[in-house]
């Protein structure tokens, strides 16, 4: 069954502390993966996306096969991090449809 | 910035009522999908649709839902009639691809349904 796993809920953290919001996955296959993120008040957007290998806005995630995990992870915590963040997969192909985790809501606190 | 539109914003019905929600993609995207997000979770798809062409409608409850989009651009979902556990989030995304082949999908804000 293709599923996305993200454990917390909520993960609160003072500004300046490391981050990591935790995603594991279940596919049959080469699953393309990405994090999206809800600011308040804002529409869903793009974060970053795991075959470009990027770091946006200091964020970065790792695909561990091994593991079928793609955790998120920043350094530095800052308050405009202060989101709600899904990870979600898609297969390749004409069905391209998004399969998203629930969601965990990022507090940074000052 | 070219953005997803979606109306109504709001939407409040009592159930057994017909709702009727639109879409208009980003100008040129071919594919458009249809997601619902209950309270605490992820979005889930309903219909995707390359032009005007149902690709995947797996997961809509063809019952009582119902997706069109004639001509290729914009879209409307239908829900008659509505019940209780309808109420929802009913986000529309649409995707381009560019020069890499990468393909991104843009949400629009989204539409509240309270079924009462």
């Known amino acids: 069954a293709q599923r996305v796993t993200q454990p917390e809920k909520l993960l609160s953290v003072f500004k300046g502390a490391p981050v990591e919001l935790k995603c594991n996955y279940s596919?049959?296959?080469?699953?393309?993966l990405f994090w999206y993120v809800q600011y308040s008040r804002q529409r869903l957007q793009l974060l970053l996306r795991h075959i470009s290998r990027e770091s946006i806005k200091g964020f970065t995630a790792d695909l561990n096969k091994g593991e079928t995990s793609f955790h998120l992870k920043k350094p530095f915590a800052q308050e405009e991090d202060s989101a709600m963040y899904y990870c979600a997969l898609s297969g390749y192909g004409a069905t391209n449809k998004l399969i998203f985790g629930t969601g965990t809501l990022l507090a940074v606190q000052p | 910035e070219a953005e997803v539109a979606q109306s109504p914003r709001y939407k409040i019905t009592e159930k057994s009522q017909a709702v009727a929600f639109w879409c208009d993609p980003i100008?040129?995207?071919?594919?458009l999908y249809w997601y619902r997000q209950i309270l605490g979770q992820g979005p889930e798809l309903l219909v995707q649709?390359?032009?005007?062409?149902?690709?995947?409608d797996s997961q809509l409850p063809k019952d009582r839902f119902s997706a069109e989009r004639l001509k290729g651009v914009d879209s409307t979902l239908k829900i008659q009639p509505a019940e209780l556990g309808d109420s929802a989030m009913y986000l529309c995304?649409?995707?381009?691809?560019?020069?890499?082949?990468?393909?991104?999908?843009?949400f629009g804000p989204g539409t509240r349904l309270l079924v009462l």
């Open positions: 100008s040129g995207h071919a594919t």
């Open positions: 995304a649409s995707t381009n691809t560019d020069a890499r082949g990468k393909k991104t999908q843009y």
């Open positions: 649709f390359q032009d005007e062409s149902v690709v995947d």
């Open positions: 596919y049959s296959g080469s699953p393309e």
